[in-house]
């Protein structure tokens, strides 16, 4: 069965710092990978996702992220934190056999210090 | 354009009530998911569904139902309401499984 692990409930960085949001996921194949932000109040939007074809994937706002099989993981990164990236942050699968369930992980709350 | 259109947008249930969580879509996407959102417990699949006419359990189904009688409508039914369903509950459609899912404004839904 696919799981999703999001290390670290909370992260926080200074503004203009580097932004690491870590993901891993259990999944007998490769999953889709995806991360979504949540801003206080509403649903999630996606960011960016990984289905095929080049591992590093650009998203909106300045994020992106790098599957890397062999160490099942696919780390958000930003390299300059501004302000109103403070958000909540998930990461999610898709399996690829016959189930199609889009599995969430727990989340990781980023906070930004001007 | 609406997308996803999820309703109310709040209620309180007495323990025991029941009620259907109302979630429509005019993307005429395939997928729906019902998903409860607990603090520091990120999202959790509740029921989904890759069109009309079938649906499968998620991770955490006890207590729910769903039907998908259309494309656009996948409600979901709380029985016998729990104090223990007590959540912010999102529903959410995508057109393929590898595709972005679009989210609803969500349901804040308290049992008392």
């Known amino acids: 069965a696919q799981s999703v692990t999001q290390l670290g409930s909370h992260v926080s960085v200074s503004e203009g710092a580097l932004v690491l949001l870590r993901c891993n996921y259990s999944s007998s194949v490769p999953p889709y990978l995806f991360w979504y932000v949540q801003y206080p109040n509403q649903g999630l939007q996606l960011l960016l996702k990984y289905t095929t074809g080049a591992t590093l994937v650009k998203g909106i706002n300045g994020f992106e992220a790098e599957f890397k099989k062999s160490e099942t993981s696919f780390h958000l990164t930003k390299p300059s934190a501004h302000m109103s990236d403070a958000a909540e942050y998930f990461c999610a699968v898709t399996s690829m056999d016959s189930s199609y369930k889009l599995i969430f992980g727990s989340g990781t709350r980023l906070l930004v210090r001007p | 354009n609406a997308g996803v259109t999820q309703t109310p947008k709040f209620r309180i249930l007495k323990i025991g009530q029941s009620m259907t969580l109302q979630c429509a879509q005019d993307?005429?996407?395939?997928?729906m998911y019902w998903y409860r959102q607990d603090p520091g417990m990120g999202l959790k699949l509740i029921y989904y569904?890759?069109?009309?006419?079938?649906?499968d359990k998620g991770e955490v189904p006890n207590g729910y139902n769903v039907s998908r009688s259309t494309t656009e409508d996948f409600p979901l039914r709380l029985e016998l309401a729990a104090p223990s369903q007590t959540s912010v509950y999102f529903c959410?459609?995508?057109?393929?499984?590898?595709?972005?899912?679009?989210f609803g404004q969500g349901t804040r839904l308290t049992v008392v």
């Open positions: 993307m005429n996407h395939n997928y």
């Open positions: 959410a459609s995508s057109s393929t499984e590898n595709t972005e899912a679009f």
């Open positions: 569904s890759v069109g009309a006419g079938i649906t």
